[in-house]
């Protein structure tokens, strides 16, 4: 029965070690399922019987090759079960052995260690015993001993003293003489020794006049700087003023460091010099790595290294010896009468502000030396990121010592300040980029031409947007990540100063320009922006912003706004351009209307020259506007057809002047629509809806016909002067009502001209239609083969 039991407990105990029972209890849910091929309560005919009725014989298949793999699986892990314990037997087999040899050996030598032990306690309980009676008088002579080696070190101070101080041992003479004194504090009633405290109190105050002499010296090494403080804080000085004469001292001299760095001289001995030019041990004792991780440097980034490796050390070196010399408790002075005379000491909390104020100061003016460096222009964004790694590294120990100081929050905003205004300097430098291509633009001659430019400067303007955004990606992800920044600010920034730049553009191209052909190009570009030159901006930031995670900041982008402000700017720009057409072709009407001698006309052969060249001007406003506002289709102005008829119109018009004349206090209802639209200010801003090449052609017709009847009214004719009058409005009757939107302003115009060159001829008689139908369609052809 014992056996028994102990097998039930040692089968427990292997259980609650693998985890039987609490596996066991899990699946006791499962226990009962006679479907469950793991269960104890499985049914093979049920499991089988139940998958030929609900399976298809695919999936049978399907069940009986995965039953297969799982049988082999689970043969494989047994088979490897089986040689791991095997191996496991015989590892425990052969380590018992070796346990077996070694405890045989290990009995010998414990009998061994017992004898040697007993031995031991034989021979010190003899020797204890041969001593006992003479302890006492050692002890004596010993105390002996320690008060002549005390007499002898009182007799020999003045002396050592003197040669301490001649040496300029000076911490070994206050060391001792402070030792003395305690010596001296206990005899102090033997006049013998109390001349030595005076020969030697007498040494130490010239010691002190020594070291205040010493520590008002410019040429004093800093090494011996802290020293000489600590020196006479002990001899009484004024701890208030010694401490911030220490500190005033190392602050110079670090800001000289900062002052007198120069990084190309640096670089260049870095670099290597003359043969037999002597080189600094310090300087070559970095590390080769470290050499070689400084080749690998920006200009910038190595002189922000360089300065660093230069400043750092000196600021961590006066940081320890503060605390080392000045931070602990203030030793009492050693000179008798200093203790009375010495200002109060300072707290510890007064000593930490003063090297906290000191420590800000001067880590203050590093960043500013670095920052100064590395806002130069010549420094690209990757550079910055180099260099301002290397001044977040080179203050990341000082930070980690006095992390109160808050100099690493110093650090990061300055490097903010630069990574923000680096951002600023590559979209100012996009902004300038897309205004030159804005002012690089010149006039088209052609269609052609006209459309090929605004291609390339679409294309260049997108380069130029990707470009900057291209560059940028330092100061995003990888400078936030670095300073622990959120990067979605930046971004934000950078969205913001992205939509400047492009609003620079829309400004920029609204700027006067010499050239009608110029402003359209501009025009031209406003719109290609419009129509997909904005909509690519948001994509450009999501491709930047997105892998980093900030795909977000690219929906801040406001596509619409900008939109809206190149489409005004377009619309401005269309708007000079046809008041620049407009000027173009009234002044070349008032001089050759001006030219004209209209009294001595010769009979009309032909159209006037200057009506053909209102028709080609038109034509080829017609042309650029058109590439310009694609998707309007382009009337023919050398329409087919009948000639029209001008002459019930004017006829009308002539007998309501003449009945006018006789009764001059009536107005027909044309002159006073002529009044108005002559008082009324002709522009295409005026004009609703968005700009087209039916609305600029009527604009530019209007004005041009209004240049036209101010002319014939302050003009003399001929007949056969009005005559040619007659033939021109004619013909231009014919070509420009099938390409205006205001037929009847145009055709009013028309015969206000005609009425008012009757009224101003001598001898009006008009030109039959008939007549003048020839000479149109002669015009038409001859036009409508030069202009396709």
Known sequence: MASGGGRVRAASLLSSYYGYQEEAKETTTNEEDDMNIDSSAFTVDKYVGTMLQYKSLEELVHRGNAMVSEIKSLDSDMQMLVYENYNKFISATDTIRKMKHRVEDMESQMIELEKNMGTISSASESVDSSLSARRGQLEKLNGAKKNLTKLQFLMDLPARLQRCVRDEQFETAVDDFRKARRILRAVGNVSSFRGIEDEATLIIKRLAQVLSVRIQQPALQLAELGLTTRLLLQLGGNEAVLLREYLGRRRRALHDVLT????????????????????????????????????ELSAAAGDVARLGEAFVPQLLELLAEWQERFVGETPEPVLPDAAGAAAPSLTIEAKESMI????????????????????????????LLQGVRKLVGALDEVHALVPQAKIMQRATRAAETLAKRAMDSLLQQLQDKLSAQVKDMQGATNSASLQEQLHEAGKAISAHVLDALTATAPLLVPMCKLLNLRADGMAKHLVGRLYAALLGLAKTARES??????????????????ATGVAQVPAMLKAQLAPHGLGGAALGFDSASMTREMQASADALLERFVEMQAQKLSLEVTQRMQAQNWLKCPPPRDVNLLVDRIVRELRGMQGLVAQVLPGEPIRSMMTQGPFSSARSSVQLNLVQRRESSQQPASSSAIQKDLQRMFARKISLSAAAGKPSVTSMLTHVAKLTLKTLVEEVRLGTFGREGFQQIQLDCAFLRWVLPSNVDDEGAVLALLDEAIISCQERCIDPAAFEHADMEPFCEAKRKQLASMLG
């Open 513 to 530: 320009r010499a050239t009608a052909d110029s402003v359209l190009v501009r025009a031209g570009l406003c719109l290609h922006m419009v």
């Open 260 to 295: 007198t760095f120069p990084p190309a001289g640096v670089a260049e001995t870095g670099s290597g010099g003359e043969d037999n030019a002597p080189v600094d041990n310090a300087s070559t004792a970095a590390p080769a790595a470290a050499e070689e991780e400084e080749g």
């Open 356 to 383: 906290l104020d000191a420590l800000q100061e001067l880590t203050g003016s590093y960043i500013e030396v670095c920052r100064r460096r590395l806002q130069e222009d010549n420094v690209d964004p990757s550079s």
